[in-house]
């Protein structure tokens, strides 16, 4: 079963970086695709980022040209490299993928706070 564990949140002022991890607790070479999306309060959850099997990436247009999603296969996590942060990044963010199912998979989540 596809476990995933999200680290890498925390506290950062405006113009700052994070790098956000999600860990899976099977290779990452075997699934479709590994989407980070974000909640801030108040709001509803948002796409972020999506990372597919063969390397294919695709942002929200709210933080394109300042996230980077990228890939670790040998340690099986997906990382989101987030620069030049606002204070409108701040959010829980959780990665999702699915299962071999189609059941959706989530992290519990990581706190972003950026403060301006």
């Known amino acids: 079963q596809v476990q995933l564990v999200e680290s890498g949140g925390g506290f950062v002022q405006a113009g700052g970086s994070l790098r956000l991890s999600c860990a899976a607790s099977?290779?990452?070479?075997?699934?479709?695709?590994i989407r980070w999306y974000r909640q801030a309060p108040g709001k509803q959850l948002a796409l972020v980022a999506t990372?597919?099997?063969?390397?294919?990436?695709n942002y929200a247009d709210s933080v394109k040209g300042r996230f980077t999603i990228s890939r670790d296969n040998a340690k099986n996590t997906v990382y989101l490299q987030m620069n030049s942060l606002k204070p409108e990044d701040t959010a829980v963010y959780y990665c999702?993928?699915?299962?071999?199912?189609?059941?959706?998979?989530w992290g519990q989540g990581t706190q972003v706070t950026v403060s301006s």
């Open positions: 990372m597919r099997r063969w390397g294919s990436t």
């Open positions: 099977v290779s990452i070479v075997i699934i479709n695709a």
């Open positions: 999702k993928t699915k299962d071999g199912t189609g059941y959706n998979v």
